[in-house]
């Protein structure tokens, strides 16, 4: 007997998992603070760039938030590089990704440890 495939054409954003992204104040406020920085030392056009980069990678956690390292398995904190000045770190609770931290990867690390705690 002659097997028949049927191709059928689903959405892409059916088969996909979609979490929704809850900010912290500390995030809120980094994002403030890059926002600032960016707008006050660099161009327009780089924090346009700015802005997409992190949509992207913001669309990029809803989707698969397990895309990314996690860190620490006992608090399933994770951590997803945005550039190499910025760092995004986040949990992720039943259907939620918490937005934890927007880290300036410059920084003295203890100030990392800090946040997280």
Avoid: G
């Avoid at 600032?36 to 700015?50: C, I, V």
């Amino acid at each position: 007997m002659k097997e028949k495939f049927i191709r059928t054409k689903l959405p892409v954003r059916f088969m996909e998992s979609i979490y929704k992204i809850i900010w912290s104040d500390e995030a809120l406020k980094n994002l403030k603070e890059i926002i600032n920085y960016l707008e006050n030392n660099w161009t327009e056009k780089e924090l346009k760039q700015f802005a997409k980069q992190l949509d992207k990678r913001l669309n990029s956690i809803e989707r698969n938030p397990y895309l990314f390292q996690k860190i620490n398995p006992s608090t399933n904190l994770r951590r997803s590089v945005l550039s190499k000045q910025t760092s995004i770190f986040y949990q992720i609770v039943d259907t939620n990704v918490r937005l934890i931290t927007l880290f300036d990867n410059r920084q003295n690390p203890e100030q990392l440890t800090r946040k997280l705690a």
